[in-house]
């Protein structure tokens, strides 16, 4: 039952252009949504979240977007740089719950 | 910057031996958790833990499993009688709040591989 589904397995993406990352769940009692990124051999490292009240959350060069009605967000990365290249998971849980569910992740490489 | 501490980051072990893992969370942190991601996999949730006991766990966290807060610092992960399919990276996880919109900070992970 994958509740959290990132169909894209990887992406390559152009040094400075944007990288968009999907993901689509299923739960609509899902209220708090997540970005994780992860380095090999690192564990994965918070990068952003969401809650259901809004649409979009912004920090920095990371955009994070919430569309309700498609159980759909997307985290977007403009411009993308090297180091930017990583796992990335998205993860999502709901209120009386301690567990995040995960993501299958999209692998980003960013070339320069 | 405060980090969750994994030992060991190696561990290879027979199959139906008992393994720990442990984890060093961060210390003003109340809330801590195991997942795991068999290779190629998504990460999955195990268990949670806060008060000292077991506030949540999944269909995978079975009887061969066990968690343990023995004292003020250290978090561990047991499994009883290790299987094949238990070969995974276990990444043990803490924050101050109980998920929501904070997220957590994970430690790099215990690669266990079981032979």
């Known amino acids: 039952d994958q509740q959290v589904k990132q169909n894209s397995p990887s992406l390559s993406v152009q040094e400075g252009r944007i990288s968009i990352l999907n993901c689509d769940y299923t739960?609509?009692?899902?209220?708090?949504f997540l970005w994780y990124k992860k380095y090999p051999a690192e564990g994965p490292t918070f990068l952003i979240s969401?809650?259901?009240?809004?649409d979009k959350n912004e920090d920095g060069r990371f955009t994070v977007f919430l569309n309700k009605s498609a159980k759909h967000l997307s985290l977007h990365i403009v411009p993308s740089q090297p180091g930017d290249s990583a796992v990335y998971f998205c993860?999502?849980?709901?209120?009386?719950?301690?567990?995040?569910?995960f993501g299958t992740g999209t692998r980003l490489k960013v070339l320069a | 910057e405060p980090e969750v501490t994994q030992t060991p980051s190696h561990q290879v072990t027979q199959m139906g031996q008992e393994v720990i893992l442990r984890c060093v969370p961060i210390?003003?942190?109340?809330?801590f958790y195991w997942y795991r991601q068999i290779l190629g996999q998504k990460v999955e949730f195990l268990v949670s833990?806060?008060?000292?006991?077991?506030?949540?766990k999944s269909e995978i966290f079975d009887d061969q499993f066990s968690v343990e807060r023995p004292d003020g610092s250290n978090f561990t992960l047991k499994i009883r009688s290790t299987k094949l399919e238990d070969s995974a990276m276990y990444f043990c996880?803490?924050?101050?709040?109980?998920?929501?919109?904070?997220?957590?900070?994970f430690g790099s992970g215990t690669r266990l591989t079981v032979v």
């Open positions: 996880a803490s924050s101050a709040f109980d998920g929501g919109p904070y997220g957590y900070t």
């Open positions: 739960n609509s009692m899902f209220d708090y």
């Open positions: 969401i809650s259901s009240i809004k």
């Open positions: 993860a999502a849980s709901h209120s009386g719950t301690y567990k995040y569910i």
């Open positions: 210390s003003n942190h109340l809330y």
């Open positions: 833990f806060y008060n000292n006991e077991i506030s949540e």
